[in-house]
């Protein structure tokens, strides 16, 4: 709901209260979904002092160059000066504007996270584009940082920028690509269906830059698998898996495995997650902990109580400690098919490996005697017997 609506609306008099009654919604009791509201910001600072900008307008040197406008911007004690003293920069009649300054600039306001001075420094540089000499590395930073900022329509802007410019060291290259497929995918946290939303956008943009005659890295590549994992096109990222290394000539590495484990675990597809985890782990690597806890759960929810529990001190032995919803899922497998001993062994080799501790171990098993019966016995006698 608007501003000016919510305004109307509160100041209703009685009459349209009746009116506003019927109103299918309410702004007290119907909230935003996540994905579409906006990130809250700290507000933008005050200004600085008329006082304070004369004062670091007069530290500048009388003849000013690029090279002496960067080290100035750079000694500049309060970031909110430095688009004022730029600007009055750009009013001398004998300053030639370059990107050096600009540089400077944005990666200091980016650091202190003022945008809107950030975002006016680098529409300023926009405007100059023509005259600014070799302004790739400004172009590249620029849109690093509006991905940073999570300002994808900024972001797209300058990477249009990039494509135009007559500058062969400006036009977009494997890290352009990399964060603009980077900050799509970041958007909706885990949301499938915001992952899906945008693979086609980096579907394209992937695309584009296959035209460009932009080689892709495996960085590029992982977030295509990742991407089309996280929204539940396994199939597409078993396609790029498999043209990494005969098509683009490149190496699958530990996260590539990863992404896919994980996305096979979570649509259930148990003996193609397996192929991949042991493909991985013949090769020398470790996957990450999410992919550890998706396969070790999809292997207890299969049924495959024992297999799940190798693997999950195989992965322990690696350094990969798997979280207590998957530990719980082991446990009450094994309970659930009837092997109480083992279950029971396993959570005694958790807390005796420090993977538990007392107070988690006893809540595990008193649970899992409250579901599934054998409620008289105690836990902790038990515990004490089997020691």
């Known amino acids: 709901m608007t501003t000016l609506l919510r305004r109307l609306l509160l100041g209703a008099t009685p009459a349209d209260a009746l009116l506003t009654g019927r109103l299918p919604f309410s702004t007290s009791s ?4 996540h994905r579409f509201r906006r990130s809250r910001r700290s507000p933008n ?5 008329p006082e304070a900008v004369s004062a670091a307008i007069a530290t500048l040197p009388s003849r000013l160059t690029p090279p002496l406008l960067s080290y100035s911007l750079s000694s500049v004690s309060d970031a909110r000066l430095l688009l004022p003293v730029l600007t009055h920069s ?9 990107p050096g300054p600009f540089l400077v600039a944005i990666k200091r306001l980016a650091a202190a996270d003022l945008y809107a001075d950030f975002d006016r420094t ?3 540089a926009f405007s100059l584009l023509p005259s600014l000499p070799s302004p790739g590395p400004f172009l590249r930073t620029a849109l690093y940082f509006y991905c940073q900022f999570r300002k994808i329509g900024k972001a797209f802007h300058v990477y249009t920028l990039m494509r135009a410019s007559a500058d062969p060291a400006a036009r977009p290259s494997a890290d352009t690509y990399h964060a603009l497929f980077t900050a799509l995918l970041s958007r909706g946290g885990g949301d499938t269906m915001v992952h899906y939303m945008y693979m086609d956008t980096v579907s394209a943009l992937f695309r584009q830059m296959l035209e460009e005659g932009v080689p892709p890295d495996t960085r590029a590549l992982n977030v295509l698998v990742k991407g089309y994992a996280q929204s539940l096109h396994l199939n597409d990222a078993l396609r790029v898996f498999h043209q990494m290394r005969p098509v683009y000539g490149c190496e699958p590495d530990a996260l590539t495995y990863s992404y896919l484990v994980h996305g096979l675990s979570e649509q259930g597809r148990t003996r193609n ?15 990450t902990e999410p992919a550890c806890n998706a396969f070790v759960s999809v292997l207890a929810m299969a049924g495959e109580a024992g297999e ?12 990969r400690v798997v979280d207590d919803v ?28 420090g993977i538990v501790g007392g107070a988690e ?3 595990l098993l008193r649970s899992l005697h409250d579901e599934f019966g054998d409620d008289d016995l105690d836990v902790d006698d038990r515990w004490q017997n089997t020691r």
């Open 30 to 33: 119907r909230r935003t979904p």
């Open 45 to 49: 600072p005050a200004p600085p002092s």
């Open 90 to 98: 750009l009013r001398l009649p004998t300053f030639r504007p370059d």
């Open 122 to 124: 680098c529409a300023l």
């Open 273 to 287: 997650a397996r192929e991949v985890f042991d493909e991985m782990l013949a090769k020398g690597l470790a996957p």
């Open 308 to 319: 799940a529990e190798r693997v999950m001190w195989d992965m322990a032995r690696a350094g």
């Open 326 to 353: 998957t530990r719980r899922a082991v446990v009450e497998e094994l309970w659930r098919s009837g092997r109480r001993d083992d279950a029971e062994r396993v959570v005694r080799e958790m807390e005796e490996r």
């Open 361 to 363: 171990r006893r809540a």
